[in-house]
């Protein structure tokens, strides 16, 4: 029984990592007001724990328990983005479910991958997928994103973005 659960462990993080982006930053994307209503009963990160996250920029920072977590949920104002954060992460299983959410737009979108790069820093594999979703018409695309590391030293080895690019 033991193994199955080791086997089944990351899978089940990167469900929760992808369940939590898309239940907040996806259905929220267009509504980041509704969202931090939301978010009113999630312990809020204290300005300078946010800093860390939000990297200069204006926003706020959850923390959001669970199970498979804690995860870090961010918005950040001056970006109009939205990104969740998992300390630990494994790559491929959280790739796949990216992919699959986010690479088949629903109607009327059309779904481009806009990045899939890999590169090495300081010997960690650090890889970034985006994907954007485009309507004939449409002011803003929303953009998706998704950088995950092998790093033991980062502050998250899965952080997952969304946001409307112009």
């Not at 929760?16 to 007001?33: N, Q, R």
């Not at 328990?65 to 790559?91: E, I, R, S």
Request: aromatic share 8%; with cysteine.
């Amino acid at each position: 029984m033991l193994p199955t659960l080791a086997i089944a462990a990351p899978d089940m993080q990167a469900k929760a990592f992808m369940d939590i982006y898309s239940s907040h930053c996806l259905k929220y994307l267009h509504d980041f007001g509704g969202l931090r209503k939301q978010l009113k009963a999630a312990p809020e990160l204290a300005a300078d724990k946010a800093a860390v996250f939000l990297k200069g920029a204006r926003g706020k920072a959850w923390i959001l328990p669970h199970p498979q977590g804690p995860f870090v949920l961010v918005l950040d104002d001056d970006k109009n983005l939205c990104a969740v954060y998992a300390k630990t992460m494994q790559a491929a299983p959280a790739q796949e479910l990216f992919q699959k959410l986010v690479s088949n737009a629903p109607a009327p979108f059309r779904s481009e991958q806009k990045r899939n790069t890999t590169s090495t820093v300081d010997g960690a594999s650090v890889r970034t997928m985006a994907y954007e979703w485009t309507k004939e018409g449409a002011p803003g695309k929303p953009l998706f994103g998704l950088t995950v590391t092998t790093s033991t030293t980062s502050v998250a080895q899965g952080v997952a973005t969304a946001t409307i690019g112009r």
